[in-house]
């Protein structure tokens, strides 16, 4: 192998290495944006569902009082 060769092969090594860590880059990008945007669904499921649960607790605790339009003298 001559001295050029030997050059050529270290750059077109040099490149893959470049391509290679963009890739990676690009794919742990993706994937931190996946993540992101599920915790960001899994936050608004748990609240709807805290909201509902608040709710239910809230019927409960205003059905059990006494009937609607008696008042107490």
Known sequence: MSHVQ???S?????LEIMFLAAEVLFLV???GAI???N????GQSRKLTLSA?????RSRC?????P???TIH
């Open 10 to 14: 270290m750059e077109d090594i040099r």
């Open 53 to 57: 649960e608040s709710y239910k607790t």
């Open 29 to 31: 990008s993706v994937l």
């Open 68 to 70: 609607r339009g008696r």
């Open 39 to 42: 915790l960001d669904l899994y």
């Open 35 to 37: 993540i992101l945007f």
């Open 62 to 66: 205003l059905g059990s009082g006494l």
């Open 6 to 8: 030997l050059q050529r």
